[in-house]
């Protein structure tokens, strides 16, 4: 069994609205040192069949091939930090394929969380053309993911088509219609798994997708409901639903971690999180 892990990755600040109201959850803090954490602790252990990569979007210091392939997109981009601020999205016909140097993969995409779901399906597409792989997870930067406990969790299943996993959220969906459900059932985007069936799937028929958009006037993708409503609503697939356990401060960690293959920090940008996990589980730190 091989599993690629899709980490989401940037070198930014958060500017979301939770993060930048007084007293919020991430406390504005740059993803860049949970990322590091990540490649000094759950991501640095080697686990048979097992890869991490990391999908960033625009990165400074980071080129283009010159040579780079157009692919068509139809998509509309906020630039950074600025949805809901009144500020109009690009709308963009074409970009310049994904491509990767080592196990970052680089979209030709804005960073920012309003254009998550663009970065994410430019993650999919080049592993889909470029790693063998039975399942693939998604997750956030704000989760600490057990590989071993991941993989036994897989092999209960085993190689199989058409499993789409992950802790179950609701989105109540005021865009509804014909096309989409009021309520829809969803994989929490801080870590959910598809087989390569459906990862195939979407990367193909990525023009074709109907988003799910949020219910605030940005209208952005909401990229964890829309993958769980083309999984679920469009192709049939039922969710198996994880737990994922909730953290907000390392104080609140104890060696129980050491059962749980997912640990979830509700968007809390703070690297001690991730550190207090791992020594919790046992595990040393890689000095990277």
């Keep these: 069994m091989k599993i690629a892990i899709l980490q989401l990755a940037n070198d930014e600040v958060c500017v979301c609205g939770r993060c930048t109201r007084p007293g919020g959850d991430g406390g504005g803090r740059s993803y860049k040192p949970m990322i590091q954490a990540m490649r000094e602790t759950w991501a640095a252990e080697e686990v048979e069949g097992v890869k991490v990569y990391y999908i960033y979007g625009h990165r400074e210091g980071v080129d ?16 950074y930090g600025s949805a809901g601020e ?16 080592g196990d970052c993969i680089y979209s030709d995409t804005p960073e920012g969380r309003e254009n998550i779901y663009y970065k994410t399906i430019d993650g999919f597409q080049w592993l889909v053309e470029n790693e063998e792989f039975d399942y693939l997870m998604r997750c956030s930067a704000g989760s600490y993911i057990d590989l071993k406990l991941l993989k036994q969790f897989l092999e209960e299943y085993g190689v199989r088509d058409n499993l789409y996993a992950g802790s ?5 969906n005021n865009h509804a219609s014909a096309t989409q459900p009021s309520d829809i059932k969803f994989g929490s985007g801080s870590g ?13 028929n990525r023009l074709e997708v109907d988003p799910v958009r949020s219910r605030y006037a940005s209208a952005t993708i909401a990229d964890d409901a829309t993958f769980g409503k083309h999984f679920s609503y469009d192709l049939g697939v039922d969710l198996i639903a994880f737990h994922k356990h909730e953290f907000r401060h390392p104080s609140q960690i104890t060696p129980a971690v050491k059962n ?3 640990c979830y920090f509700v968007h809390t940008i703070d690297p001690q999180m991730l550190y207090a996990v791992h020594e919790a589980k046992g595990l040393a730190r890689k000095v990277v």
């Design 260 to 262: 749980y293959m997912q």
């Design 168 to 172: 179950t959220g609701h989105f109540n």
């Design 86 to 101: 009144g500020f109009e999205p690009v709308d963009v016909q074409e970009k310049r394929a994904p491509f990767a140097i």
């Design 192 to 204: 959910f798994i598809a087989s390569r069936n459906l990862i195939e799937d979407i990367v193909k």
């Design 64 to 79: 283009f091939p010159e040579d780079s392939e157009m692919i068509e997109s139809h998509e509309r981009y906020w630039p």
